[in-house]
Every structure is written in structure tokens, then in C-alpha cells.
């Protein structure tokens, strides 16, 4: 009798665990949490494509100092590094030598001036005893002969003075254009040559700078076709900066390289500030076509499939995820260019798409570039 309720005490629990087990399976499951992700609304917009090429920076004008005349450096006029303008001293030659010759070709220039002065006097006298017959013709010619010798060489040594003189002239060494002068290369108190191989100091114009790139020549021909190729190309630096100052494609004197078929394509940019330097590194990005509807997303919007196609996220109506194989094309601005795969308005995920699968639950918020 009393072993009854004990059995009846000890089944309870287990009854309650039962009832509470049922109660639950019963229960409706809890819907799935969204996913918050980025997004941004494909639009139609007006694109540029760019190709990008590497280049060099070369100066506008390059003058290589070099003397005219013999002799020794006795100074050096100017400050290494610094602005000069055309026509600026650099050097001063030993001048002495050059002044003297000039003073000879002076004094040689005078007595051959007197000798024809006084030639032509005779001449002069003798025309009209020769007319009346009081002199023999011959006596007169020989006067006419004399005056004309005198002048011959009064010119001549009026040319020696000169050349005299310019020679003076050279011994100022000055700038032949404006622009910075690097360093000297020579020092007072050296014998300099009109024939050194070595330039006393060399001038670069870099107000406005050349950019050389290379391309295939068979793409040289598409780009020299394209509308587009006449305007405005961006320089970015090696440090990743934009140059201020856009330039613009040169083609006159293109050259084909024999040994690896490449084209030099030369681009004119102003350099204010002079940010570009003579063999700088830079790219140039050359503008190719413009499309006026076109629909981009953010590189890091579109992701790879096993197989390597090409995929983007997209938030249906529903907020639900699906995934859309595209074509992309250009990278402008960091943006692709979607050929196909993509319509006008559609949601594509931009940051949180590696948290997501097909038809996942999402909460779309916006995306800004950061």
C-alpha cells in the first residue's frame, strides 16, 4: 500500500518532461535574423574610358653649356640649382687674350681704311688727267686697280674685327635658354676648349614637361583614330597623386623602335610648380571612348565563382539575396563597367556579400565611398 504513492511520485517528473517536450516540438520555428549589407542602385552614367601606360618625364628644352673659345675659367656667375633666364652669364673666360686680338684687328682695320681712303684720293685725281689724255691710261687703271685692292682689304679687316670681337663675346659663357641649371662641371681656374666632350653645365626648361610612353604600334594606330585620343590626359605619379594639369597627345615625331616594334607616344603638360621632374616615373591615363549610358558598379562589388565567372549580389524586391553572373569591362575610377548582366535600378551588394548565400534574408542599407 504504501509502495503505490512513491511509484506515483517518482513517474511525475517524467510525465511533465513529456508534456513540456510536445508542447514545444508543437511550437511555429523562429524566422531567420536579415543580414545587414551595403548596397548602391545601378544608374545610367556618363563614363570615359581610359587606357593606362607608364612613361617618363622629359624636359621641354635641354641646352648643354659648352665654350666657344679656348681658355681659363676665371669665375662662375651663377648659383647651382637655380632659375636662370636666356641670355644670364654663367662663365667668364679669361678675357685678355681675346681683347688684345681685338685691338689689332682695330688698328689693321685702320691703317687698311687710310690706305683705301688715300687709294681712292688717287684714283679720283688721275680720272680727269687721264680723260685729257695727260696721263697714259695705263698709269690710270693702275690707280683704279690700287683703290680697289685697298677696299678689298678693309673688308677684309673689318671681317677679322669681327671675329675678334665675337671671340671677345664668347669669353662670357651665357644661357642660351631660360630655365634651372644643374650642376657645373668644371671649376675656376680650368683650361676649357671649344672641342670638350663635356658640357661646363647643362640647362633643362621644365615649366612645361614631355611625358614619353610606349605602345604596341598596332594599338597606335586605333588610339591615333580615336576621337577621343586628342583630349585631355591625366598624369598620375608614382606616389599615386594626380597631376594638377592635364596634357595632351603630340604626334608629330612618332617613331616605331625596330628592336621591340613599341610607338613613343609624347604628351605635352604644363608643370607648374615644376611637381614633374626630368626622369620621373609617372602614367599616363589616355582617354579612349566615352560612353553616355553606361552602368558601373565598385570594383569590390563584383566577385568570382568557383569557375572564375564574373558575379554580382543583387537584393531582389523581396530583400532577398540573388546572385547574377555579368560581364565586366573598363575599370574607371575605380568602378567596372558592366557590359551585360545588369539593368537599370537593380541593388547590388557592395560590402557584406561574403556573409550571404542565395536567397538569404538581407537588410539593405546604403553605400558610400569612403
Same mark, same amino acid.
Given at each position: 500500500?504504501?509502495?503505490?504513492?512513491?511509484?506515483?511520485?517518482?513517474?511525475?517528473?517524467?510525465?511533465?518532461?513529456?508534456?513540456?517536450?510536445?508542447?514545444?516540438?508543437?511550437?511555429?520555428?523562429?524566422?531567420?535574423?536579415?543580414?545587414?549589407?551595403?548596397?548602391?542602385?545601378?544608374?545610367?552614367?556618363?563614363?570615359?574610358?581610359?587606357?593606362?601606360?607608364?612613361?617618363?618625364?622629359?624636359?621641354?628644352?635641354?641646352?648643354?653649356?659648352?665654350?666657344?673659345?679656348?681658355?681659363?675659367?676665371?669665375?662662375?656667375?651663377?648659383?647651382?640649382?637655380?632659375?636662370?633666364?636666356?641670355?644670364?652669364?654663367?662663365?667668364?673666360?679669361?678675357?685678355?687674350?681675346?681683347?688684345?686680338?681685338?685691338?689689332?684687328?682695330?688698328?689693321?682695320?685702320?691703317?687698311?681704311?687710310?690706305?683705301?681712303?688715300?687709294?681712292?684720293?688717287?684714283?679720283?685725281?688721275? %680720272?680727269?688727267?687721264?680723260?685729257?689724255?695727260?696721263?697714259?691710261?695705263?698709269?690710270?687703271?693702275?690707280? +683704279?686697280?690700287?683703290?680697289?685692292?685697298?677696299?678689298?682689304?678693309?673688308?677684309?679687316?673689318?671681317?677679322?674685327?669681327?671675329?675678334?670681337?665675337?671671340?671677345?663675346?664668347?669669353?662670357? +659663357?651665357?644661357?642660351?635658354?631660360?630655365?634651372?641649371?644643374?650642376?657645373?662641371?668644371?671649376?675656376?681656374?680650368?683650361?676649357?676648349?671649344?672641342?670638350?666632350?663635356?658640357?661646363?653645365?647643362?640647362?633643362?626648361?621644365?615649366?612645361?614637361?614631355? +611625358?614619353?610612353?610606349?605602345?604596341?604600334?598596332?594599338?597606335?594606330?586605333?588610339?591615333?583614330?580615336?576621337?577621343?585620343?586628342?583630349?585631355?590626359?591625366?598624369?598620375?605619379?608614382?606616389?599615386?597623386?594626380?597631376?594638377?594639369? %592635364?596634357?595632351?597627345?603630340?604626334?608629330?615625331?612618332?617613331?616605331?623602335?625596330?628592336?621591340?616594334?613599341?610607338?613613343?607616344?609624347?604628351?605635352?603638360?604644363?608643370?607648374?610648380?615644376?611637381?614633374?621632374?626630368?626622369?620621373?616615373? +609617372?602614367?599616363?591615363?589616355?582617354?579612349?571612348?566615352?560612353?553616355?549610358?553606361?552602368?558601373?558598379?565598385?570594383?569590390?562589388?563584383?566577385?568570382?565563382?568557383?569557375?572564375?565567372?564574373?558575379?554580382?549580389?543583387?537584393?531582389?524586391?523581396?530583400?532577398?539575396?540573388?546572385?547574377?553572373?555579368?560581364?565586366?569591362?573598363?575599370?574607371?575610377?575605380?568602378?567596372?563597367?558592366?557590359?551585360?548582366?545588369?539593368?537599370?535600378?537593380?541593388?547590388?551588394?557592395?560590402?557584406?556579400?561574403?556573409?550571404?548565400?542565395?536567397?538569404?534574408?538581407?537588410?539593405?542599407?546604403?553605400?558610400?565611398?569612403?
Amino acid at each position: 500500500m504504501i509502495a503505490a504513492p512513491i511509484l506515483r511520485r517518482s513517474l511525475l517528473p517524467s510525465l511533465l518532461l513529456l508534456v513540456l517536450t510536445a508542447c514545444t516540438s508543437d511550437a511555429p520555428a523562429a524566422p531567420p535574423t536579415a543580414v545587414e549589407v551595403l548596397t548602391t542602385t545601378v544608374a545610367p552614367s556618363s563614363v570615359t574610358a581610359t587606357e593606362e601606360l607608364p612613361g617618363r618625364v622629359v624636359a621641354w628644352k635641354v641646352a648643354e653649356i659648352r665654350p666657344q673659345v679656348t681658355g681659363i675659367i676665371q669665375s662662375q656667375l651663377f648659383e647651382q640649382g637655380a632659375m636662370v633666364r636666356a641670355g644670364t652669364p654663367l662663365f667668364q673666360i679669361n678675357a685678355a687674350p681675346y681683347r688684345a686680338d681685338a685691338d689689332t684687328a682695330r688698328a689693321i682695320l685702320a691703317r687698311a681704311s687710310a690706305a683705301y681712303a688715300q687709294a681712292k684720293t688717287q684714283a679720283e685725281r688721275l %680720272k680727269p688727267l687721264a680723260t685729257a689724255d695727260a696721263i697714259s691710261q695705263q698709269s690710270y687703271d693702275d690707280a +683704279v686697280a690700287a683703290r680697289n685692292q685697298a677696299a678689298a682689304s678693309a673688308e677684309e679687316a673689318r671681317a677679322i674685327l669681327r671675329r675678334r670681337q665675337l671671340d671677345l663675346g664668347f669669353s662670357r +659663357v651665357v644661357a642660351p635658354i631660360s630655365g634651372r641649371i644643374g650642376e657645373a662641371n668644371v671649376t675656376q681656374g680650368a683650361l676649357v676648349t671649344a672641342g670638350d666632350a663635356n658640357p661646363l653645365a647643362t640647362i633643362q626648361q621644365i615649366d612645361r614637361v614631355y +611625358v614619353d610612353i610606349r605602345q604596341p604600334a598596332e594599338r597606335y594606330a586605333g588610339l591615333r583614330a580615336s576621337k577621343q585620343a586628342a583630349g585631355l590626359v591625366e598624369i598620375v605619379t608614382s606616389s599615386g597623386q594626380t597631376h594638377p594639369v %592635364k596634357g595632351r597627345v603630340l604626334f608629330s615625331g612618332i617613331t616605331v623602335d625596330p628592336g621591340t616594334g613599341d610607338v613613343l607616344v609624347r604628351v605635352a603638360v604644363d608643370n607648374p610648380g615644376e611637381q614633374l621632374l626630368p626622369g620621373m616615373y +609617372v602614367r599616363a591615363r589616355l582617354p579612349l571612348a566615352v560612353m553616355p549610358a553606361a552602368l558601373t558598379v565598385p570594383q569590390q562589388a563584383v566577385t568570382r565563382d568557383g569557375e572564375g565567372r564574373a558575379q554580382v549580389s543583387v537584393v531582389g524586391r523581396d530583400n532577398r539575396v540573388r546572385v547574377r553572373l555579368v560581364a565586366p569591362g573598363a575599370i574607371v575610377d575605380g568602378r567596372y563597367v558592366i557590359e551585360s548582366g545588369l539593368r537599370r535600378g537593380d541593388r547590388v551588394i557592395v560590402e557584406g556579400q561574403d556573409r550571404v548565400q542565395p536567397n538569404t534574408p538581407v537588410k539593405p542599407l546604403p553605400w558610400h565611398k569612403s
